[in-house]
């Protein structure tokens, strides 16, 4: 399809805002056949489309099999526990034998960064990054920038902010590309110990598009979106932190410091929600969460994502 010239998606630092917003519109067109009372049509007939899943996952996984199916692709679930990973097969190795049955699309998801570019470069398929370590998780930013624009009618000039976890998140770092890809400014909060080096120094576009808090509160004034991240339990290998309930008592998302932010602030999370960490459950479930608008948007952002590297459009114009 012109507008979108790759065969895979790996990451949002390589993509342009044109390419972006090429994905986003389509995943606006896809919102309306998931609305339908027959949630399905014939655009992906005789694709096939693996999902190999070497980590868990409830949202990403899902939509993307319902997303193959609501265009009649055929799709393989593969999880870490019941693929043959567990009998010592490397990842390339099991990939080389998934490819080998002629998939048009796999879908991976891996604890090390890199691991579906790696991927990429060694299938015939075409590999979307579901989730690389603390690398990249495209379509998590590209349904986040979806609900962004859906609430908010416009990404470029909002002040966005990303809270939590942001050393092991890989849902920051795409969010980041992404977002000031598309003209937002984004602001860090963490920790110290949670704040990667460099973080001022991502981004795209204007200088100092990225600013970084080691406090909430200053991060909040004023702010149009505001993204709560999971820590990360299993990615945290020491201590980073005294305890949860001392990280909820300074970056806990509570009712009283949201009033910092812009009176229609939209908060977003990507889940899984620790709720009464990094979020109250009063915020989670009040009026400004679109948590999930976003969870029903990743469905139609993964269906553009397979159309686009599936060959939707010869698919279409074959009928
Ligand atoms: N947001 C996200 O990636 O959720 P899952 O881990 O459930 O897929």
């Not at 299938?123 to 979806?146: I, R, Y």
């Not at 709560?228 to 009712?255: C, D, H, V, W």
């Not at 969460?289 to 074959?318: C, F, H, N, P, T």
């Amino acid at each position: 399809m012109s507008g979108f010239p790759h065969r895979h998606l790996l990451g949002m630092e390589s993509l342009t805002a044109a390419e972006i917003t090429t994905i986003l519109d389509l995943g606006e067109r896809f919102l309306e056949i998931n609305e339908r009372p027959i949630k399905k049509v014939p655009t992906l007939r005789g694709k096939t489309v693996i999902n190999l899943f070497l980590e868990p996952s409830t949202r990403t996984r899902t939509s993307f099999e319902i997303a193959a199916k609501r265009l009649s692709a055929d799709s393989v679930n593969i999880s870490g526990s019941a693929s043959s990973t567990v009998k010592g097969e490397t990842l390339l190795d099991t990939a080389r034998n998934l490819d080998a049955m002629a998939p048009d699309v796999v879908v991976v998801r891996h604890a090390q960064a890199g691991a579906a570019e790696m991927l990429a470069a060694r299938l015939k398929a075409g590999v979307v990054n579901a989730g690389d370590g603390a690398h990249e998780h495209p379509t998590q930013a590209l349904l986040d920038c979806s609900t962004i624009r859906a609430h908010k009618g416009r990404i470029d000039g909002l002040d966005v902010v990303i809270c939590g976890d942001i050393r092991h998140s890989r849902v920051a770092r795409s969010a980041i590309w992404a977002l000031t890809k598309l003209g937002a400014r984004v602001r860090i909060a963490a920790p110290r110990t949670l704040l990667a080096p460099g973080l001022d120094e991502m981004g795209s576009g204007a200088a100092g598009n990225v600013s970084v808090h080691d406090r909430l509160e200053p991060a909040l004034e004023g702010a149009d979106v505001v993204m709560m991240l999971r820590i990360q339990k299993e990615r945290i290998g020491g201590a980073l932190f005294p305890n949860t309930r001392e990280y909820a008592r300074y970056f806990g998302l509570s009712q009283r410091r949201l009033a910092l932010a812009k009176p229609d602030a939209i908060v977003m999370h990507p889940g899984p929600l620790n709720r009464g960490i990094e979020i109250s459950p009063e915020v989670a479930d009040g009026s400004h969460a679109v948590i999930l608008d976003q969870v029903a948007r990743g469905v139609a952002i993964r269906m553009a994502v397979l159309y686009l590297l599936a060959g939707g459009e010869a698919a279409a114009s074959a009928e």
